[in-house]
């Protein structure tokens, strides 16, 4: 925990409640998954590197991908209060990072990432707000629980609050 702020590691994920607050540092083509309980004050993020368990042999860590560690995000928030049903997204991240001269689809790691992320909230029935994805630059997020601010923080590129 840094000045109050609970410190949410890469292929990490963590849950809040208010007056918490949750940062993840350092998003290049991971991507910040936020999500947010405006009634009962519940807010989790997750630092996701990869878009899909199933694709990947040595995948125990649960918080590395979008598939488990969006799940097992809702799980610790509803134990915290949350409804499922009353869950909000907001995004940040999956930058392209590096330049290829390829077409191979493993290099569009960042694109894959809010891709997935997209369609297993779809599925899962959780609504994006909004996102601040793509691009070619890093962000640093924090996410509060007080009101569920997304603050994204950007060298170049200045500050956003979704």
């Given at each position: ?12 994920l963590n849950a ?147």
């Amino acid at each position: 925990m840094r000045n109050g702020m609970i410190i949410v590691g890469m292929a990490d994920l963590n849950a809040a409640k208010s007056p918490g607050a949750l940062t993840t540092l350092g998003l290049g083509s991971c991507v910040g998954i936020a999500l947010y309980d405006a009634v009962h004050k519940v807010a989790g993020l997750a630092h996701i590197m990869l878009p899909d368990s199933r694709l990947i042999q040595n995948n125990g860590n649960i918080a590395k991908f979008a598939d488990t560690a969006t799940v097992r995000l809702i799980t610790d928030m509803t134990r915290m209060g949350a409804r499922k049903e009353l869950l909000k997204a907001k995004l940040a991240g999956g930058a392209q990072m590096f330049a290829f001269n390829t077409t191979n689809e493993s290099m569009r790691i960042g694109d894959r990432n809010v891709e997935a992320t997209l369609k297993l909230l779809k599925q899962l029935n959780i609504p994006v707000l909004a996102q601040d994805t793509g691009n070619t630059y890093g962000r640093t997020v924090e996410l509060y629980a007080d009101d569920g601010r997304f603050l994204i923080k950007t060298i170049g590129h200045g500050t956003r609050v979704l």
